[in-house]
């Protein structure tokens, strides 16, 4: 099973690693405990909004950078650990429809449609 907070601490990790700085430093400027900024970036404790904020901004870097570049791996993970369409039942694939609409249907929304169309 692919656990967030393994994907999270290893992202954490390589962008400290990277900047070249050390947990006693990532720590002391995002007021966290050596010891628990350690376990978060081992994958042993879930960390909070409000922490995972506290060390991005130690590190320099948005909390929306991290999260996409740890969206982006688990994506990745998932796509390998997923059943190749072959090796799945016919009767378990999803329909394939035979023809593509024209376009979106913006559901009764005239004013979306005339924007999207400007």
């Known amino acids: 099973m692919i656990l967030l907070r393994q994907l999270l601490g290893d992202v954490l990790r390589r962008l400290r690693v990277r900047q070249n700085r050390t947990l006693r430093e990532v720590s002391t400027l995002a007021r966290v405990s050596l010891g628990y900024l350690s376990e978060v ?3 042993q404790k879930e960390a909070s ?16 950078q991290v999260l996409r570049e740890v969206s982006d791996q688990f994506a990745l993970a998932e796509l390998q650990a997923a ?3 072959a090796d799945v039942p016919e ?3 999803l329909p394939i429809p035979e023809t593509v609409p024209a376009g979106p249907d913006f559901g009764g929304f005239p004013e979306v449609k005339d924007m999207v169309a400007a």
């Open 91 to 93: 009767h378990e694939r």
């Open 41 to 43: 970036e081992r994958g």
């Open 49 to 64: 909004s409000e922490l995972l904020a506290s060390i991005c901004g130690a590190l320099g870097v948005p909390l929306s």
């Open 83 to 85: 059943p190749v369409l």
